[in-house]
């Protein structure tokens, strides 16, 4: 990972309040009323655990990790030989934590919960990157991701080597077909997003030539084409000839995607990155230390 890339994610990274509240409201819901399993183990032992991959993985969510430990145990210590972003091998050993042995317990689950669902997110992403790769498209995400986790996930997006599309309904206008049906048309639907909010990026979905050309005549910032075919991608590339920047969407897929790209469009869109999640496998061990 260069420089920029590090910077950038250290950037991009949610705030720590944030990281404490996704937290919080893990622990809540697992530990409830009192971890009665834990209770087995002596009150003022220590122990020290191991983390483990098991797979080929693109690493994110150390920081939600540590955050569950701490949360339970202020002084525990959390030493990583990898950091957000990097590409692991399977079989590495990640992190040493040691701290009270009823805290590593108790939060190992939902310190696992976040590192499994964000590595995947991130490693899904590099997957896609990788299969682009060498062409001038980008990677997008979407807004289909896990509710309340929609930062976290756009952040392993970002560890992946994919970029952030619009983060919800208020930082960017998106004109699907729902709205220019009541909106009485594109014409009408972009006229009426550039009077009431002129500051943000205005893209339209067409699914046709003729819906192309109108959003074209009327003003957009970008257009999404949605369930082109490669075929008729290149064409509305070759038509647009770069007065606006052109996004694909819709059946997308990691055996799909070079295809797109080579057609020449500046955006691929997938919710596959933060919906389609399958967990890294990890593997946490612990050891009571002698007293």
Known sequence: MTASHVAALAKALPSAAQIRADVERALAEDIGTGDAT???????????????????AVLCGTAWFDACFRQLDPNVSI??????GDRIPAGIRLAEIRGQARALVTAE???????????ATATVTGRYVDAIAGTRTRLLDTRKTIPGLRMAQKYAVLCG???????????????????????????AAVRAGREKHPGLLLEVEVENQSELEQALAAGVDRVMLDNYTPEQLAE?????????S???SGNVEIDTIRAIAETGVDYI????LTKHVRAIDLSLRLQMDAN
């Not at 220019?180 to 594109?186: K, W």
């Open 38 to 56: 834990a209770d087995l183990l002596p009150a003022e032992g220590r122990a020290t655990a191991t983390l483990t991959c098991r797979e080929d």
């Open 79 to 84: 030493t990583w030989t990898a950091a957000d």
């Open 109 to 119: 689950r939902s310190a696992l919960n976040f590192l499994q669902l964000l590595s």
């Open 161 to 187: 080597g994919g970029v952030n599309h619009r983060v919800g309904l208020f930082d960017a206008l998106l004109v699907k077909e729902n709205h220019i049906a009541a909106a009485g048309g594109i014409a």
């Open 236 to 244: 509305a590339v070759r038509f647009v000839d770069g007065r606006v």
């Open 246 to 248: 052109l996004e694909v």
């Open 269 to 272: 869109s997938s919710g596959a």
